[in-house]
């Protein structure tokens, strides 16, 4: 991997952080084939329990690097679909992994940046970040999943006006509408953000990963559909250890031991 990206597992809670703050973490190709192996990665190690993603500077992340589009002249669409293949295999994995994965917000987080910020399970943000979808102030259209995960997070409506006047949303905003779970002071954003993957990880990770893919299934199933997967699920939590461990610790009134299988 590049040093584009930063990563490390402590504890059971890997931390991915964009390492371009003099590019404004902007993603090019070698980033995104990065963030491709970690989330690969992430879910290949039992030892990893939740994931935390983050930018060094005062951006998150401004989104796809545009220099490179122009740099690669007529092969720029290629170059987007090489791009956008590792990308959104990662934003896939991220998804589908049981680890929760925690955006923690330091700065502005615009078009590739703000896609991701929406794609995280959960997301706490700086009092200073900014969000913008930017992608058509460069005639350009939305990737990394955001024209699924945005409508469901703040609605089609809503949806449509950021992709289409790419209005900024403030911190505040950004809660207000649903994009984000927390706002917190500049200062606390990396160990809000730690301490709450640490709660995450200590927790019962197979469980976590079913609560993910129900609810990804439940915008697209019927109610039938929907109850049959929700009893597959937690009938197939009582032959897991955490899932015997909660019920035990639950009648015998003590702290749950989770082992994350």
Known sequence: MSEKVLFDVVDGVAAVTFNRPDQANAMDLAVMQDLMHISIDCDEDPGVRAVIITGNGPFFSAGGDLASFQEAGERAGALILEMTTHYHAAISRFSRMNAPVIAAVNGMAAGAGFSLVAACDLAIAAESARFTSAYTAAALTPDGSSTYFVPRLVGTRRAVELMLTNRRLSAAEALEWGLINRVVPDDDLREEAMDLARQLAHGPSVAYGQVKALLHNSFTGTLETQME?????????????????????FSEKRPPAYEGC
Request: glycine share 10%; aromatic share 0%.
């Open 229 to 249: 997967l929700e009893s597959r699920a937690i009938a197939a939590m009582t032959h897991t250890h955490d899932g015997a461990e909660g019920v035990a610790a």
